[in-house]
């Protein structure tokens, strides 16, 4: 008998969720997720550079003689002492790359009214960067933050909105498409839990510990107060090359004229109605939604990030074709973002 209670099924529960079939399903849109990716993406955004967001590199390189509009800070001296001719120092980039995202899944991106899901998005993006940045042996890591802490409740007592770090997990960087594939699987099967998470908890971890220059992707809403994240992000930039995916749903832009919406807050799971036949009430909202996104857009900016906006109502990833190849066009022009 003590054999037998031993032994245990996994055959899931009449109504409860199968992890099994939930696994296989989350490994079979990732599939043609990553088929959609490379079908899109090969073919146009290929060419000599390194990464998503390439630059001239920090690798001495070979001289030439200085031309009008040249940098003077590249300016090679012995070699223009010894030819009395003034000649810059070329640089070229380094091809090992190494990029890290920090993937934000707290409960707020379980959220959707368009095409799909804002973690859908998340995902989405997550493997279309990772498509960009595995070849020519870069590598690639991430760390992902899923929700906040949820405290034990307490009989007779009304429970708290769940608030905290949250669960932050590392994948450490590696070079390869398989070990690429293990990440994005990782990503994707990563559970959402309710409560509030950290997102400067989750981009300071790419601070720690330091590493060599390379690109630093961080995908979010951003819908966490900018005091929260703006320092980690600013101090994240000085060392890395810095890319913010912005998530957003129509929804938190404007509210439709579809009479009494009960709304409720997916990370504290708190219930509102609101009369959105209100003229008053869907103007005052867009006003404050706009606010706070010109409030995101300049913390981003501030702290030197390239800014990236995908919709969940849109074709997010010919938004993601046209930054990139906006992003080369300016560097190869010499200009700034």
């Not at 720690?208 to 809403?221: E, F, K, L, N, W």
């Not at 998530?247 to 799971?269: A, K, N, Q, S, Y």
């Not at 209100?278 to 900016?301: K, T, V």
């Amino acid at each position: 008998m003590a054999r037998a209670a031993a032994v245990t099924s996994t055959t899931p529960r009449p109504g409860e969720p199968d992890p099994l079939a939930a696994t296989n399903r989350s490994g079979a849109v990732l599939s043609r997720l990553q088929l959609l990716v490379t079908r899109k993406l090969d073919g146009l955004l290929q060419g000599d550079y390194a990464g998503l967001l390439p630059g001239p590199g920090s690798e001495a390189g070979e001289s030439r003689e200085y031309r009008p509009g040249d940098d003077v800070r590249r300016m090679d001296w012995p070699v223009t002492a010894r030819t009395t001719t003034p000649h810059v120092r070329r640089t070229v980039a380094d091809r090992e790359l190494e990029t890290w995202l920090a993937v934000d899944l707290s409960a707020s991106l379980d959220f959707g009214t368009g095409q799909w899901l804002k973690r859908d998005v998340v995902i989405a993006a997550a493997a279309a960067i990772t498509h960009l940045t595995v070849r020519g042996g870069n590598r690639i890591g991430a760390v992902v933050g899923s929700g906040g802490d949820v405290p034990v409740p307490r009989r007779g007592r009304r429970q708290p909105p769940p608030v905290g770090p949250g669960r932050l997990v590392r994948l450490p960087a590696r070079s390869g498409r398989k070990e690429a594939q293990g990440m994005l699987r990782a990503i994707a099967g990563t559970e959402i839990r309710p409560g509030r998470g950290d997102l400067g908890a989750l981009i300071d971890m790419l601070n720690r510990p330091p590493r060599r220059r390379g690109v630093a992707v961080v995908i979010s809403d951003f819908l966490a107060p900018p005091a929260q994240w703006a320092r980690p992000l600013r101090k994240l930039r000085v060392r890395q090359d810095l890319l913010a995916i912005e998530v957003v749903d129509p929804r938190e832009l404007e509210l439709p004229d579809v009479g009494v919406l009960p709304v409720i807050d997916p990370e504290t799971g708190e219930l509102h109605e609101v009369q959105t036949a209100d003229p008053g009430l869907r103007h005052r909202y867009a006003a404050a939604a706009a606010a706070q996104r010109a409030e995101i857009s300049a913390a981003l900016r501030a702290a030197g990030a390239a800014h990236l906006r995908l919709r969940t109502d849109r074709d997010w990833l010919l938004d993601m074709v046209r930054f990139v190849a906006a992003q080369r066009h300016a560097r190869t022009r010499g200009t700034t973002r």
